[in-house]
């Protein structure tokens, strides 16, 4: 009698052999050294436009001191979901901590959402009640923001393929236009005295804003939702399949993300003839991954005329 198989480890259940997806669920030669700087310098200058900010009286400069804090807490979760994506599946996450930065880029962009909504109700009350703003100061503090914001999108944009950086990306850009607007308001306060242009920037540069954060919610939400990927149509690789020899029908299919850019595919194949089943998924995988980029797929064949499975793979 042979002695029981010892129980698989954790590292020999998530193990990717020979034929299997090249997608190990974790992002381990990814560096965070470009968020970090951006993070410590996002966070140094948006202490100085807090100060001179209130000092000034200007809410172009307070909304865009609001705007740099709001951009070192989207660092600071970029920086803390990559740390976390690095992490390899384990026994209870067993597609790894991938979805950490989307999850991070939503969180993100809800709070862009709340500050955009403080800085339009705080806009309409200086309409209504113009108060006195020192331009000199703002134009001055705003020139160096633009600096400090280029320096950071720089950093940022040679990681351009990660949704999380990205978002991160839209708060820094978001700045960038807030410190111009902010430097147009402290020049025509400086000039000409005309105050109401500081909440008239603020509500132009918040309503940009607006439109970056709304593109980055709805990424992130239909990641997190398990949606099917944008450039995947879901219909036509059903069709796909169904078309291939040897295939006669196809159910249950779900198609989604394990991590950005890592689509993966599941579904029942009903089979004509179930001894033939290497071959049909040789040319399954083969047309998946030349045709919609699908590397990722776990397929159950089934005999014709099989009852539904009772399982949802």
Not at 105 to 116: H, I, P, Q, R
Not at 118 to 136: K, L, T
Not at 278 to 299: F, S
Request: hydrophobic share 55%; charged share 15%.
């Amino acid at each position: 009698m042979q002695p029981p198989a010892p129980a698989p480890s954790s590292a020999h259940l998530h193990a990717h052999r020979a034929g299997d997806a090249k997608n190990a669920h974790f992002a381990p030669a990814r560096s965070q050294k470009a968020l970090a700087c951006a993070l410590v310098l996002t966070l140094l200058f948006a202490v100085v436009e807090v100060v001179t900010g209130f000092i000034s009286n200007s809410l172009a400069l307070i909304s865009d001191a609001g705007h740099m804090v709001t951009d070192a807490a989207a660092l600071g979760l970029a920086l803390l979901a990559q740390l976390i994506a690095k992490r390899p599946p384990s026994a209870r996450h067993s597609f790894g901590f991938g979805r950490a930065e989307a999850l991070a880029a939503f969180v993100n962009s809800l709070a862009m959402l709340a500050l955009v909504c403080w800085i339009v109700f705080e806009a309409a009350r200086r309409f209504a009640h113009p108060e006195a703003v020192q331009g000199a100061v703002v134009m001055t503090v705003a020139t160096v923001g633009i600096a400090i914001n280029l320096l950071v999108a720089w950093m940022l944009s040679r990681d351009h393929q990660n949704m999380n950086t990205r978002a991160a990306m839209v708060n820094v850009m978001g700045d960038l236009l807030g410190s111009v607007a902010a430097v147009v308001a402290g020049a025509v306060i400086y000039y000409t005295g005309w105050m109401q242009i500081d909440p008239l920037l603020s509500v132009f540069v918040s309503l940009l804003i607006l439109k970056s954060t709304v593109a980055v919610l709805r990424e992130s939400y239909h990641f997190l939702m398990k949606g099917v990927p944008e450039q995947i149509d879901y219909l036509q690789v059903g069709a796909d399949l169904a078309a291939l020899d040897g295939v006669r029908s196809v159910h249950d299919l779900h198609i989604w993300e394990m991590t950005p850019g890592e689509p993966a595919l599941t579904g029942h194949l009903e089979i004509a003839d179930l001894a033939s089943w290497p071959q049909v998924l040789e040319a399954v995988q083969a047309m998946l991954l030349e045709k919609h980029g699908i590397d990722h797929v776990t397929l159950q064949p089934e005999p014709p005329d099989a009852p539904p499975s009772s399982l949802s793979m």
